[in-house]
């Protein structure tokens, strides 16, 4: 996290028809036609304070203006400006991403979609939510309890990005390993095409299939194919409160041992995470935690069914035929929410040990973990780096996180070669470069490798059906 920039080229974008159309002041002034001053901000210092998401990394240009439409009317006359004048057009949420993906660029439009926070309806005959593109994850959450529901999708940052950001990177979180991840959950999207065209996509029946699959497309395009201005998604029965437990392990192989042994042993926790040495230390320097630092793993594991203590005692009996070397289920609900923070706190502490990080997003076969494990480890060695792990093991979604001094070049050299060799195993092992955080800028020459040049010539040409013109968050994944 924290972030280095530098100016971003975006030449491929066409002149518009009267060259002095996208000049600024007629910019703002078309801009003005349509939406109110309050949403318009020029200020330099205001619209360089939208220039970055979270990734280290990744060049940022210098937006514009930053526009913060309340209506899907207002985003549709920004789209009809922008492509009038051929604007390019940044769309973003709350700027929690990892790869540089709502980034701006320069003399772009930056569209940030917070103003749109509205939950429009929860229906638990239905059992589906509404929302506007701005509503923050944990809030809906927190709203559709009130009903007896669940929305699973969890990031860990959860209290600050939003659900348009969400579908935006296909995002997953902590009970990924049961419930699946965003993409499950979105069933139908309001989508502003490039030219300001509305158009929507799926449903918001219990199933259906007419057509090509749009609203899928749209999850993980990273704002490069419309802007999301409302979806309808899934919602779930609230299932009991979970428990969870610590076990702690001599090495991260048996840990990742025990992963194989839950998992083929046919258990379904509601989460299975792991945190290494480096990880659990620096969670304890930041938060205090108490956690055990003398672990080299420690697993966390929930059941969130009828029976979670029963549930957890045979996932515990499996972690100490791995070897585990302390079992620890938590009392009640209260515990279990502490290590689950702990969790979350993860990614913000590894940040605090060299004030930098580069977080990769490795996701591979479950039965590849202890491999991706010690490769890290040998990466870490070898570049004489602090990188600590923290994964979603039961998806094998590893974060190997490095943590540098962004003031020193040499070790700034190192942080990156290390980040892309992690990649470089990651696709070694049949996993992929990214499990949840997308591609953005930070891993476009990567996207390339995994997908190969016929999968980015198509991808490039769905691409075009959408946004001919180019406008639409141009410079990200290809
Ligand atoms: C501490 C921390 C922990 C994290 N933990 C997790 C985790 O557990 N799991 C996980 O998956 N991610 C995690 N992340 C990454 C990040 O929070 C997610 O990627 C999140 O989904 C981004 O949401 P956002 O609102 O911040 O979107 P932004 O970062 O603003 O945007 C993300 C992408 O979506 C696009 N976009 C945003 N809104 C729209 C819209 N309305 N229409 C079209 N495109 C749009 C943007 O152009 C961009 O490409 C974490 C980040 C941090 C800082």
């Given at each position: 996290m924290a972030v280095e920039c530098e100016p971003v080229i975006m030449s491929r974008i066409e002149a518009p028809?009267?060259?002095?159309?996208?000049a600024p002041g007629n910019l703002l002034d078309r801009l003005l036609g349509g939406l109110p001053a309050e949403a318009v901000l020029t200020d330099p210092d205001i619209t360089a304070s939208y220039a970055n998401d979270m990734a280290s990394f990744c060049p940022a240009g210098a937006p514009a203006v930053v526009v913060l439409p309340r209506t899907v009317e207002e985003v549709q006359h920004v789209m009809r400006t922008a492509t009038e004048l051929r604007v390019p057009v940044v769309p973003q949420g709350a700027r929690t991403g990892l790869s540089g993906a709502a980034n701006a660029s320069d003399?772009?439009?930056?569209?940030?979609?917070?103003?749109?926070?509205?939950?429009l309806e929860i229906n638990p005959v239905d059992r589906i939510a509404v929302v506007e593109p701005g509503v923050i994850n944990a809030a809906l959450s927190r709203a559709v309890n009130e009903h007896g529901l669940y929305y699973p999708p969890d990031p860990s940052s959860w209290e600050m990005c939003t659900i348009g950001g969400n579908i935006g990177t296909a995002s997953g979180g902590l009970?990924?390993?049961?419930?699946?991840?965003t993409a499950e959950y979105v069933l139908g999207l309001d989508v502003v095409l490039a030219d300001g065209r509305l158009m929507s996509t799926g449903?918001?029946?219990?199933k259906g299939v007419a057509g090509y699959d749009l609203t899928r497309l749209f999850v993980g395009s990273e704002g490069s194919l419309g802007i999301v201005v409302r979806a309808i998604l899934a919602l779930k029965p609230q299932p009991p409160e979970q428990l969870v437990l610590a076990a702690e392990f001599a090495s991260g192989a048996a840990a990742c041992d025990a992963v194989c042994r839950i998992m083929a042993g046919g258990h379904v926790p509601s989460l299975l995470e792991l945190m290494d040495r480096t990880t659990v230390k620096a969670v304890n320097d930041l938060a205090?935690?108490?956690?055990?630092?003398?672990?080299e793993a420690l697993l966390l594991a929930a059941f969130d069914t009828a029976d979670p203590a029963a549930d957890l005692a045979a996932l515990g009996a499996l972690c100490e035929a791995a070897g585990a070397t302390q079992v620890v289920p938590a009392d009640d609900a209260a515990e279990s929410e502490l290590l689950l923070k702990a969790r979350r706190l993860s990614l913000t502490a590894l940040e605090a040990v060299k004030g930098t990080t580069m977080i990769d997003d490795v996701c591979v076969p479950r039965s590849r973990l202890g491999e991706l494990l010690e490769g890290t480890e040998r990466i870490a060695e070898k570049h004489q780096l602090t990188i600590g792990v923290v994964a979603h093991a039961g998806d094998g979604n590893t974060h190997p996180t490095v943590c540098f001094d962004a003031a020193d070049p040499d070790e700034s050299r190192r942080a990156r070669e290390s980040f892309d060799e992690i990649m470089a195993l990651g696709l070694e092992l049949?996993?992929?470069?990214?499990?949840?955080?997308?591609?953005?800028?930070?891993k476009k020459e990567w996207l390339a490798r995994e997908i190969g040049p016929v999968g980015v010539e198509m991808q490039r040409a769905i691409k075009a059906a959408f946004d001919p013109l180019g406008i639409l968050n141009p410079g990200k994944l290809f």
């Open positions: 028809p009267d060259k002095d159309a996208a003399g772009c439009i930056v569209l940030s979609l917070t103003k749109m926070d509205r939950i009970c990924c390993v049961k419930y699946g991840v449903r918001r029946t219990a205090h935690m108490g956690l055990p630092e003398s672990t049949g996993g992929t470069i990214t499990g949840e955080h997308g591609v953005g800028v930070l």
